[in-house]
């Protein structure tokens, strides 16, 4: 089990000294994506189910993160940011946005439908039904990228 994770880590390029994640978060996720139980990853690395559980909320924690520093220094270079308040209704997100982009000059590449489904699925929670539950802010990038961030 830990050779074939290995030899995923080193096909996928894994190195612990450019990422967020140590070699022993790297490894206990793979194998967790793979639905294998926290109890075999304790005994294949002869350690307790306990410090996998640790090592994998810890390296969850990471991703997330990394994940939003991501999603910052994208809405840092964004040059259309649209700020959705809550309480709107998420027909009304696509005008918005690309009124915004038609001041800007920037393209969005999505339908109306789309679009929608785009800020509704990044937003995940922040969206319940129809409404914007929680402020967002859909960034668009020079390339027509969209990118969605909760303003809590």
Request: charged content about 30%.
């Amino acid at each position: 089990m830990i050779d074939d994770v290995e030899a995923l880590l080193e096909d996928i390029g894994f190195e612990a000294e450019t990422s967020v994640l140590t070699h022993r978060q790297a490894q206990v996720l793979a194998l967790r994506e793979r639905d294998v139980s926290q109890a075999d990853i304790a005994d294949a690395l002869g350690t307790s189910r306990a410090n996998v559980s640790s090592v994998e909320s810890s390296a969850r924690e990471n991703l997330s993160k990394a994940r939003e520093t991501v999603a910052f220094a994208e809405a840092l270079r964004a040059p259309v940011r649209v700020r959705v308040p809550a309480g709107t209704d998420l027909y009304d997100v696509p005008e918005l946005v690309y009124d915004a982009c038609d001041e800007n000059g920037v393209k969005v590449d999505h339908t109306a439908p789309d679009l929608m489904k785009v800020v509704s699925d990044a937003a995940g929670p922040a969206v319940k039904g129809r409404k914007i539950s929680t402020p967002l802010i859909v960034g668009v990038t020079s390339s027509g990228l969209v990118r969605v961030r909760h303003r809590e």
